[in-house]
């Protein structure tokens, strides 16, 4: 079973920051947060991942607060081809590990 | 580069008939690979794992099986496939000394079982 909890959906308008949520409050110490999305008819892209201190590379930020039981990832200029499902996954990092991926959230940029 | 071929992107099979899908990997090696399933409208499901060479591991009970001959070569099989086998098939690897945290997915294969 996922790990996380996510909104069903959410929508964004063009050109703004999309912040999407990710509540996963029974992250272990040891669990990285890790974020995907999938347009539709495609395999999921991998976007960012992170364990405590914040991250920002080309296509987003994350945001983990402090007792790491949440987490936000930004993109700050939302665009058309946003337009996907978004995974949060909680995760270790090494060995012969599996995601689990959950619903996810549809986030829709509307122009 | 890394890349991560499926095939066939898309077929449709007549129930009982028997299923092959092919997922092969270029530029790493010793890969974790992976077979995941997304029905329509649903999320995906982790179907196999392998850590190596006729290493599968599987997650539900299921009519499918995988078997991996060579190290960056993963097969989805069925003998006699069901309506409910239709779905999206998708591949993906990780490095294995990184663990399982980054996935890089193939680009999908759309099984419908008639």
């Known amino acids: 079973d996922a790990k996380t909890t996510q909104p069903p959906s959410m929508d964004c308008a063009e050109g703004r920051a999309a912040n999407l949520p990710c509540n996963h409050s029974?992250?272990?110490?040891?669990?990285?947060v890790y974020w995907y999305r999938q347009i539709h008819s495609q395999g999921p892209q991998y976007i960012i991942h992170?364990?405590?201190n914040n991250e920002t590379n080309e296509m987003a930020s994350l945001i983990i607060t402090e007792d790491r039981k949440s987490s936000t990832l930004i993109l700050p200029h939302a665009t058309l081809r946003d337009t996907a499902v978004y995974y949060c996954?909680?995760?270790?990092?090494?060995?012969?590990?599996?995601?689990?991926f959950g619903k996810g959230m549809k986030l829709t940029v509307n122009p | 580069s890394q890349t991560i071929h499926q095939w066939p992107a898309t077929l449709v099979q007549p129930v009982g008939s028997p299923l092959s899908l092919e997922c092969t990997v270029e530029g790493t090696s010793n890969p974790n690979l992976y077979w995941y399933r997304q029905a329509a409208g649903r999320g995906l499901q982790l179907l196999f794992y392998s850590v190596g060479i006729g290493q599968i591991s599987s997650e539900v009970p299921q009519n499918l099986s995988a078997s991996r001959p060579q190290d960056r070569q993963f097969i989805l099989s069925s003998k006699k496939l069901l309506l409910s086998d239709s779905g999206f098939y998708l591949c993906?690897?990780?490095?294995?000394?990184f663990g399982g945290g980054e996935l890089f997915f193939g680009e999908g294969s759309r099984l419908t079982v008639l």
């Open positions: 996954i909680v995760q270790n990092q090494g060995g012969s590990e599996k995601l689990v």
């Open positions: 992170g364990l405590k």
């Open positions: 993906a690897w990780s490095h294995r000394t």
């Open positions: 029974t992250i272990s110490g040891n669990e990285y």
